[in-house]
């Protein structure tokens, strides 16, 4: 398994795993479709620092996933939508044990028992994750959503005839701009 110090999710990227070292300090395991990887960073932080990479932020991409989809908990999250990779946390992103998959290599999944799922990616390996059908599948089901949504946007048509028969132009008076038909 190939060492990383950073590592920025691509389309490729199937999961997120934190492991933690010898000495105690908490690392992730990155699963592409071909590649392994140790990376040196916890597992939020390749999600922050892959947000960064695509000029934004955690913070941004979770209140953006919030307005889209209503107030949630454990929300998915878009890294870039160019390149049309979405993940979700399996629980808490502050919790340490949170697992990180992506849709972009998902394929399906099959009950295990009452607290256990296997995920299947595309490339036909799989995962059996601590998190119970019901719980994976209403996070799946989000991150389906939210892709959707932001898919969706700037799918509007617009009318070129309506747009070409407005003026706006500077009113001198009240230094504001001003809408004629």
């Known amino acids: ?59 941004g991409a979770t209140d953006g996933a919030k307005y889209l989809l209503g107030n949630t908990t454990m929300t998915p999250i878009m890294i870039s939508e160019k390149q049309s990779i979405y993940c979700f946390p399996t629980m808490s992103p502050l919790n340490n044990n949170c697992v990180w998959l992506f849709l972009g290599q998902y394929k399906n999944h099959k009950y295990v028992n009452k607290k256990r799922v296997e995920v299947l ?13 019901k719980s994976f599948e209403k996070k799946l089901q989000k991150a389906y959503r939210l892709k959707d949504r932001i898919d969706k946007q700037g799918q509007e048509e617009v009318d070129i005839d309506e747009l070409s028969k407005v003026t706006i132009c500077r009113d001198p008076e009240s230094n504001s701009y001003i809408v004629m038909d």
């Open 1 to 59: 398994m190939k060492k990383l110090n950073k590592y920025v999710t691509n389309p490729d990227t199937c999961i997120i795993i934190p492991k933690y070292d010898e000495y105690g300090d908490l690392l992730s395991i990155v699963i592409e479709i071909e590649r392994v990887f140790l990376v040196n960073m916890r597992p939020i932080e390749i999600i922050n620092f892959s947000l960064l990479n695509h000029a934004s932020s955690y913070r």
């Open 121 to 133: 990616f595309k490339n036909d390996h799989s995962i059996v994750l601590d998190v119970s059908q």
